[in-house]
């Protein structure tokens, strides 16, 4: 049984509390290493009587030149290295084996709470399934701890002790004359789990989780219990322990002849006992016998597991646990601190008193400051300093950092969401110069490029190619874009921030629609009046999969009342009347995947087969796209608006409404002049 000395060392006063250890006999390094100090003073005095008195002159200087070599050589063995390192390993795995030692006490309370009923089946059930788990566990013990194979040497013993029934017996002895050579000490838990699958059955455990509560911690049980018997047939490793036997036997076989006194030696002292030889021998050997009574702690040493008293310990702590005290508990009644809700403090006795202890306090408890110290102090950093220079604000390398001050650059191009975020930030700071401009346009028109690279010349089924457009500086001048570059010198970049936002409206819409539906119609947008009527034209095939236009939708439809700069509507009105027609315009420059127009744009000749097929096409998709239009429209009204005016105001000659109306006198004249140079050409065929 172990030796528990930790009441002896609760409190160390004086010259130590270890002292009074060293009187103890059980358990002690005297009771390890007497026999094996008694050979080797032994050894040593025989050794020694010898050279004083059996040998002559010649057979003198012979052993002395031994006891030099022995002396000499003896140091060179790594016995502190060796010995201390497999020690460690022994006391580790001494630590962990006893944790490894399963308790029933989990188990009791879990079939305790979960199995209800005070019938006897119920209670039957209880006591059943801890008395399997008891009986397991005290079948692993008999296999690896001598004490209780003594006591358990076979299964009728068992019996007899009432772990097992005789039922039970007969089903072990018919399992083992099948299967001799496994262990079959997890065959009670196998019962216990069905026992729990019964009562969940019958209705005397209420829910599925407890029933998988008492099935992880059987499992566990038996799992732990498997680690003992990992523990018993995988030993610390042969070579080790024979290394350090070697070791230490070896280096005292050669101290009991080297530090034999002759006249020769360092010292003049005849010493007729070994004092520091024998303190040496002690602690090695000593050590070397911590390892020997560790290694397995379940065997018959005084410091071995208490294995006998965990047996009976279980059955009695698992037995009270689901019979005795279940569901059974004190009668509910007010603490006396009820009113107080909670003591300051719990009472001390008289021999207490003295160790009345006051609150821990943090480490910086301590720390004291002055008012002036307190006082907090302005930042020297100034957001003027975080602003970058001119030259580095508008590179694309710094652009998604230019405005924190904080830049990093990077070999590959810069993402179209990065060059869009940045530009947005330009454009509202003040504007953007030319060279910007043409560079957040090419991100433009290499969406269009990509979108004219999808619409190949296998997909059209007039047989047309298609103009790639390269990415470069400038964008090709389609219609919405011929809009754009226009505008008189001095207008800010603002509506280039809606061409890259209707890219990706556009692309949106497209995707959530048919292949085989056609686009939205400027009639939806300016419904003042019907539209023209058209002669009739050849439509292309079915397998077209995508109805293509190349006319601007900005145009208003004929017979709409003129927009002037004398109009009697508010400029606010206008502003937003512009703003629904120009997405379509931009709309038609960037799906367009057939021509690439280089010309004015607005006033270039277009077939008119295009623009009827549009027409009688999209009337049925205009409530559609009015309802998309409307959802988004008062989301972006004001943002927009914002957008326009801050762009369009760069120009400092002008106000803000003569700014105004002359963007929305610019679109609408434009828009007329198409639609009149359109009419007088259907004329005149």
């Known amino acids: 049984m172990t030796v528990s000395y930790t009441a002896e060392v609760a409190t160390c006063k004086g010259l130590g509390c270890f002292l009074k250890l060293l009187v103890r006999w059980r358990a002690s390094i005297y009771k390890l290493v007497w026999l094996d100090l008694t050979v080797f003073l032994c050894l040593y005095y025989a050794l020694s009587g010898t050279y004083r008195f059996l040998l002559n002159e010649d057979q003198k200087k012979i052993f002395e030149s031994v006891v ?23 006391m580790t795995r001494w630590w962990d084996q ?100 019964r009562a969940r059955k019958e209705g005397r455990i209420r829910d599925d989780f407890a029933v998988k509560t008492l099935i992880d911690e059987l499992n566990k049980f038996r799992g732990m219990c498997g680690s003992i018997s990992h523990y018993d047939t995988i030993s610390v490793p042969l070579v080790y322990t024979q290394v350090v036997t070697l070791a230490v036997y070896t280096y005292f076989l050669t101290t009991v002849m080297g530090r034999q006194w002759v006249p020769k030696s360092d010292s003049n002292i005849d010493l007729y006992f070994p004092v520091f030889a024998t303190l040496q021998f002690f602690f090695y050997m000593g050590w070397l016998k911590v390892a020997e ?56 006795t008289a021999a207490a008193q003295p160790f009345r202890e006051e609150p821990p306090e943090h480490s910086t408890a301590g720390i004291q400051l002055s008012a002036a110290q307190q006082e907090l102090q302005p930042s020297s950093v100034k957001i003027d300093e975080m602003v970058p220079p001119d030259d580095q604000k508008y590179r694309f390398d710094i652009a998604d950092d230019a405005a924190s001050g904080i830049h990093f650059t990077a070999s590959g191009k810069l993402s179209r969401s990065a060059s869009r975020v940045s530009n947005r930030d330009r454009n509202l700071s003040g504007g953007s110069t030319p060279s910007n401009l043409g560079e957040s346009l090419s991100r433009v028109a290499s969406v269009t490029n990509v979108l004219k690279r999808l619409f190949s010349k296998d997909d059209r089924t007039d047989g047309g190619t298609t103009s790639v457009v ?174 326009s005016v801050s762009g369009l105001n760069k120009d400092e000659s002008k106000s803000p409404h003569e700014s105004e109306t002359f963007l929305l006198t610019e679109l609408a004249e434009t828009s007329r002049q198409y639609m009149r140079d359109k009419h007088d050409k259907s004329g005149q065929i």
């Not at 018959?300 to 279940?326: A, C, G, K, P, T």
């Open 68 to 90: 030099a070599y022995c002396n000499e050589y003896s140091e060179l063995i790594p016995l502190s290295f060796v010995l201390g390192f497999y020690v460690s390993i022994v």
């Open 293 to 348: 009574t560790l290694i397995n702690p379940f065997g018959e040493d005084d410091d071995d597991f208490e294995v006998n008293w965990i047996i009976d310990r279980n059955l009695q702590v698992s037995y009270l646990i689901v019979d005795e005290m279940h569901h059974e508990h004190p009668e509910l009644i007010r603490d006396q601190y009820w009113d107080e809700v909670f003591p300051v403090e719990l009472p001390y």
């Open 470 to 643: 390269k990415p470069s500086g400038k964008m090709p001048s389609v219609d919405s874009t011929a809009s754009l570059q226009t505008r008189p010198a001095g207008v800010g970049g603002s509506m280039r921030i809606g061409v890259i936002e209707e890219v990706d409206e556009q692309m949106t819409l497209t995707s959530l629609r048919q292949s085989n539906e056609s686009r939205p119609h400027v009639q939806s947008i300016f419904p003042q009046g019907p539209p023209p009527p058209s002669d009739p034209v050849d439509v292309p095939g079915a397998a077209q999969s995508y109805k293509r236009e190349i006319f601007s939708r900005s145009a208003p439809v004929r017979g709409a009342p003129p927009t002037t700069a004398g109009s009697t509507e508010s400029a606010e009105k206008r502003i937003l009347r512009t703003q629904e027609s120009a997405p379509s315009m931009r709309a038609s420059a960037i799906y367009e995947p057939t021509v690439s127009y280089t010309g004015s744009g607005m006033n270039d000749d277009l077939p008119s087969t295009s623009s009827s097929s549009s027409i009688s096409s999209n009337e049925n998709t205009a409530n559609e796209f009015t309802k998309l239009k409307t959802e988004r429209k008062e989301h972006r009204r004001h943002r927009k608006l914002v957008r």
């Open 98 to 197: 006893y944790m490894t030692i399963p308790w029933p006490d989990s188990i009791a309370v879990f079939v305790s709470a979960t199995i209800h009923g005070n019938d006897e089946r119920a209670r039957l059930m209880r006591r059943t399934i801890v008395r399997y788990v008891c009986a397991c566990l005290t079948m692993m013990l008999t296999n690896v701890a001598p004490r209780v194979k003594k006591r358990f040497p076979t299964l009728q013993h068992f019996v007899d002790s009432g772990l097992l029934l005789d039922n039970e017996l007969s089903i072990f002895q018919h399992l083992n004359a099948k299967f001799p050579n496994p262990s079959k000490h997890w065959l009670p838990i196998v019962w216990a789990s069905s026992i729990v699958t």
